[in-house]
């Protein structure tokens, strides 16, 4: 997947990136928001002061809804929405030429906390499916 993207951008997208579909956009924002709304009502609302176990259960979340999302597992439509989701959910703390090297990382690493949250973001996905509370980073993260 990140090989993918990689190879559209050469070695990292660029600073701010659009999409061309409504629905990506929409997903990206979902995304977004139920990541800021979940860390908001456990008060870790503000990325550079989140310690590296929330930034990587964070990034797994985020990695974990945009393929599932975006029905495109491995993909780069899913890298891309994960990349710009990213963006905004990490705001000045996000740096675009490190981003992909950290997700594939994490990935790699079998980071327990990236694991974490990616099964978090694919549950969060089935309650969406379901018109549940999305709950799945809380639990993640205590």
């Keep these: 997947m990140l090989e993918k993207l990689k190879r559209l951008f050469g070695k990292a997208p660029p600073k701010n990136i659009t999409f061309g ?48 999302m975006t029905n495109d597992p491995g993909g780069p439509q899913a890298m891309l929405v994960c990349v710009q989701a990213s963006q905004k959910v990490l705001k000045n703390t996000f740096n675009a030429e490190l981003i992909l090297t950290e997700y594939e990382d994490l990935a790699v690493s079998g980071d327990a906390h990236y694991a974490a949250g990616a099964t978090a973001g694919y549950e969060d996905t089935q309650r969406l499916k379901q018109k549940r509370p999305l709950i799945g980073l809380m639990s993640a993260l205590h």
């Design 21 to 68: 579909t409504a629905q990506s956009e929409r997903i990206v924002s979902l995304i977004a928001e139920a990541v800021e709304l979940q860390l908001t009502m456990i008060e870790l609302s503000e990325p550079s002061q989140w310690s590296a176990r929330t930034r990587s259960t964070v990034l797994g979340y985020i990695a974990a809804a945009g393929e599932a």
